[in-house]
């Protein structure tokens, strides 16, 4: 079943959605944050078929998210690795996943935890922030239209957010 396409909404999020929306695209980017380069690596982790694994991959490499690169080992193979722009759903990932955490984990716990690197330590939530670093609580964190955001209707322009 073909989605809807969200390319001529102005709203910066379902354009977004046109690019991540997929459930096993959000997954594919998942696993290329652990690490997963190679098709068979996505295949085996994800459980996905192929040819759907094929859709998705050339999906993100069409939208900028992934990367076809040589395989690193100088196989014939090629690989899949995040561009600029696929590392910066990272704060995206890492917040889907800390909110799956809290409110959907399994039974056993968490699958993984995202940590810094070198020490282990866990990150902290991602949630808005102040300038310094202080977190803000969600009646503090102001949404406005912008000049992107293109025809307001009538309904948006009378609601107040707060």
């Not at 380069?37 to 996505?42: A, L, P, T, V, Y």
């Not at 040819?51 to 395989?71: Q, Y």
């Not at 282990?120 to 300038?131: D, F, K, Q, S």
Request: overall charge neutral.
């Amino acid at each position: 079943m073909k989605t809807k396409s969200f390319s001529d909404m102005q709203c910066s999020i379902a354009r977004t959605l046109d690019h991540v929306g997929s459930w096993w695209s959000l997954l594919i980017i998942r696993d290329a944050m652990m690490g997963a380069r190679r098709f068979k690596h996505f295949q085996r982790n994800l459980g996905i078929a192929k040819n759907t694994l094929t859709s998705r991959l050339n999906d993100l490499v069409a939208g900028g998210i992934l990367e076809r690169v040589p395989a690193a080992d100088g196989y014939a193979h090629e690989e899949y690795v995040l561009t600029e722009r696929g590392r910066d759903l990272a704060p995206v990932i890492i917040a889907l996943g800390q909110w799956g955490d809290k409110w959907v984990a399994h039974e056993k716990g968490p699958s993984t935890v995202v940590t810094v690197r070198e020490s282990g330590e866990p990150l902290p939530r991602i949630w808005p922030r102040r300038a310094d670093g202080e977190l803000l609580a969600l009646n503090e964190v102001g949404m406005r239209w912008a000049n992107g955001a293109g025809p307001i209707t009538e309904t948006q322009e009378k609601e107040d957010p707060s």
